[in-house]
């Protein structure tokens, strides 16, 4: 099996909060973090499908900090593998 990865991967133990209109509002860890994305730690990983758009924020930082917009394109066995998404790019349905 190759590794289609486009960025590098950096091991991060970061507390994101996760939101979606449909779960509310969570608060899970980062287990890594590249360019393009990241991948968080969840219990119910399979809780929102893939293609979904979330949005995440780190928590506990020393300052505000932005709201992003994420969408899902992965589930593993311990969480779910989101990509980084620009909100200009979001389609309105």
């Known amino acids: 099996m190759t590794d289609r990865r486009r960025h590098l991967r950096?091991?991060?133990?970061?507390?994101l909060k996760l939101t979606h209109p449909e779960i509310g509002s969570i608060?899970?860890?980062?287990?890594?973090?590249?360019?393009?994305?990241?991948?968080?730690?969840?219990?119910?990983?399979?809780?929102?499908?893939?293609?979904?758009?979330?949005?995440?924020?780190?928590?506990d930082a020393p300052q505000n900090v932005?709201?992003?917009?994420?969408?899902?394109v992965r589930h593993g066995s311990d969480g779910i593998g989101l990509e980084f998404i620009d909100p200009a790019n979001l389609q309105s349905k």
Not at 31 to 59: C, R
Not at 66 to 72: F, K
């Open 10 to 15: 950096t091991e991060a133990s970061l507390r």
């Open 27 to 59: 608060v899970c860890t980062t287990q890594d973090i590249s360019d393009s994305g990241a991948y968080l730690l969840s219990d119910n990983s399979e809780a929102l499908p893939i293609g979904t758009v979330v949005t995440v924020q780190v928590q």
């Open 66 to 72: 932005p709201v992003l917009y994420m969408r899902v």
